[in-house]
């Protein structure tokens, strides 16, 4: 694997909201969306061919209405307007639904993104995933505001502010943002508050600006410790079935990561042929002359 961005504690807000979708609609993920994309459609081993790598894991199958990857942050925030817009024009009663964190709140695409989709009501929720850091800038430096949730009153719809951590918190305020959108009110922002528990990414050494001490202090709320408290008092989860679910978890993850492993080594032509239908000139010269680098450094 590559540098990997993870997701632990974030569960909640991501599998939440991902399922409080329907069929049809659209979702656009920044790097760290591996649940949500994981329950809208995307094989995992897609996903692992992906951060091992190879461009071909973001292939998604025909009718997985997921968009590619985002890495630069907040800028497919616009996309997911471009497409809430489209599908408005076209009548295809769907709703996108962008994910971001705290810190692509303060990018001017994030704000572009909310005041076109204000002005026009589009079907769109920002569902922002406030994880307490923007990799190392803390929520307290990243803003002003009380809450990220707020900034949306600004450009004439609703913010809401939820227990990010909380499973069905999460389904309840992204079903009710979608009947909005699809009712035609417009668009909603979402500000899922959670703790992300992990590195910003395998590259990232998160006890170089936060202690341990706060990382525990966020651990009794971690939604799947959560989720089964939940669940055990309802009855409905055990050690014998948290043990059997462990194994086919590892057996399946095991199984899939080879069958990543087995996708075929991408080829060096497809960073010009994978973006455009149709490669303009410039992008041919580029790739001819590419072409004959690699070829002068075999002899």
């Known amino acids: 694997m590559g540098t990997y961005a993870p997701f632990m504690g974030q569960e909640a807000a991501q599998v939440g909201s991902a399922v409080a979708l329907e069929e049809g609609d659209w979702i656009f993920p920044s790097f760290r969306e591996t649940a949500a994309m994981y329950m809208r459609g995307v094989p995992m081993a897609m996903l692992f061919a992906y951060w091992m790598g190879n461009e071909g894991g973001q292939r998604f199958p025909e009718g997985v209405r997921v968009l590619p990857i985002s890495i630069p942050v907040g800028t497919h925030a616009l996309h997911a307007v471009g497409f809430a817009w489209a599908s408005k024009l076209r009548g295809e009663g769907s709703c996108s639904l962008a994910y971001f964190g705290d810190g692509g709140t303060s990018k001017g695409d994030f704000h572009e993104a909310m005041n076109m989709a204000g002005v026009f009501r589009v079907p769109v929720i920002f569902f922002c995933q406030n994880n307490q850091y923007a990799i190392s800038v803390p929520r307290r430096a990243q803003t002003a505001s009380k809450t990220i949730a707020q900034k949306a009153l600004a450009y004439g719809f609703p913010g809401i502010l939820v227990d990010g951590n ?14 909005r959108a699809m009712e035609g009110e417009g668009p909603t922002l979402i500000e899922a508050v959670t703790y992300r528990l992990g590195p910003h990414t395998t590259a990232d050494d998160p006890t170089k600006y936060r202690s341990e001490e706060e990382v525990e202090e966020w651990k009794p709320l971690d939604p799947l410790v959560r989720t089964r ?34 996708f075929p080594d991408p080829a060096i032509e497809d960073m010009f042929t994978y973006t455009f239908a149709q490669m303009p000139p410039s992008l041919e010269a580029q790739m001819r002359e590419y072409r004959e680098f690699l070829k002068s450094t075999e002899r």
């Open 229 to 262: 408290l939940y669940l055990r008092n309802c009855c409905l989860w055990d050690e014998e079935m948290e043990e059997s679910v462990r194994l086919y978890a590892e057996e399946r993850v095991n199984r899939l990561v080879k069958e990543a492993e087995s």
């Open 166 to 179: 909380d499973l069905v918190t999460v389904y309840a305020a992204t079903r009710w943002a979608r009947k």
